[in-house]
């Protein structure tokens, strides 16, 4: 079946387009970290001074470090790409103009990484195609066989605790994110959102 395709450099995705809704990505490898080529504060202004939901509270900046920190617990538990899941994070909501329906902001905040990877980023074109699909397709309510793609999508899915809903384990991806234990940190990450130095502490500590 066919991923989903990032843009050729410089090219805005027409449109109303959005990914193939039977789109089954590769499984990856895990990569090293590699964390000394991400000028991480540099790329965090960028995308706060672009985001315009930053500041929400339903999909905003709380929202992005909770779904970070998931991803790197979730990544070191099935040997997922944990630089994938931060920058997962950062972008996978940065991009929504609402905190309702808003069916390509999954597409817009793809964009968004690809038009920052050469300069702040520097993400081989391997990594790049994983992160741009799991940002482009996370909100297609599918698991994937893809144990990086499947931690950013279930880091998410357990942030729900946000709204007061239960996790629906027929939509997590990996093992370990169907657990109450992975349940239970979630929302203990609810009640004392990570900053950014944190879950950046975190990723780099792995090395």
């Not at 989903?4 to 090293?32: H, L, M």
């Not at 979730?74 to 069916?103: C, I, K, Q, T, W």
């Not at 690809?114 to 980023?121: A, D, G, S």
């Not at 809903?165 to 169907?178: K, Q």
Request: charged share 30%; net charge negative; glycine share 8%.
């Amino acid at each position: 079946m066919a991923e989903a395709t990032k843009p050729a450099e410089g090219t805005k995705p027409a449109e109303g387009t959005k990914p193939a809704e039977d789109a089954k990505p590769a499984r990856s490898a895990r990569p090293a970290r590699r964390t000394d080529k991400l000028n991480l504060p540099a790329l965090l202004d960028a995308v706060r001074i672009l985001s315009p939901s930053r500041d929400s509270g339903v999909h905003g900046e709380e929202h992005w470090r909770r779904v970070a920190m998931n991803g790197l617990y979730l990544a070191d538990e099935v040997g997922a790409d944990p630089v994938m899941v931060v920058l997962f994070g950062l972008f996978h909501d940065s991009m929504r103009f609402n905190d309702f329906h808003d069916s390509q902001h999954g597409t817009r905040a793809a964009f968004l990484a690809c038009c920052l990877n050469e300069q702040l980023l520097g993400l081989p074109e391997a990594q790049m195609d994983v992160l741009y699909t799991a940002c482009a397709e996370h909100s297609g309510g599918r698991p994937t066989d893809d144990m990086t793609i499947g931690a950013c999508w279930d880091a998410d899915r357990l942030d729900i605790c946000r709204l007061g809903d239960a996790v629906d384990i027929r939509l997590m991806s990996t093992v370990p994110g169907r657990t109450l234990g992975a349940q239970r940190r979630a929302q203990e990450l609810l009640e004392t959102t990570p900053s950014w130095e944190e879950v950046f502490t975190r990723l780099k500590d792995g090395e």
